[in-house]
């Protein structure tokens, strides 16, 4: 398994990632959204493929703190198809968005999970918080 930034041609698969999520509809624009994200300094999206197929995706957000010493990664999608939950591949997409927060002097990540308004944070120093990993 590869991790990898996400590519336009990724839109199908994304689209497809972002139905299982509740959000039917992106096909028609999802081509221009990850351009526009992966022209964004402060964004990046991440994609695990294995054997060519595109098994999840993160989409992260960096964002500069004014009053703290480390700046603040956010989450905004996380998803990992059905058929390739349980193979490690959330732990490598998150594994990966660690990382590229340290790179980035974020010293805490957030995830809102829409579907049931919760907001989970972890933190860059260590794995994330159990609640956090549960909820990918």
Do not use: W
């Not at 139905?19 to 526009?36: C, M, N, R, W």
């Not at 703190?65 to 193979?87: H, K, M, N, T």
């Amino acid at each position: 398994m590869q991790i990898r930034e996400a590519r336009i041609g990724d839109g199908k698969a994304i689209a497809t990632l972002l139905a299982a999520l509740d959000y039917p509809t992106t096909e028609g624009f999802i081509e221009s959204k990850i351009e526009q994200q992966l022209k964004h300094h402060d964004a990046r999206l991440l994609v695990a493929i294995e054997g060519g197929e595109i098994l999840g995706f993160v989409s992260l957000h960096f964002i500069p703190q004014l009053a703290l010493p480390g700046d603040f990664c956010r989450i905004s999608y996380f998803c990992v198809g059905e058929a390739s939950r349980s193979r490690g591949v959330g732990a490598r997409l998150e594994e990966a968005a660690v990382a590229l927060a340290r790179e980035r002097s974020c010293d805490r990540i957030r995830l809102t999970a829409m579907r049931d308004e919760r907001v989970l944070t972890g933190s860059t120093s260590g794995r994330a918080t159990p609640s956090l990993r549960n909820t990918c």
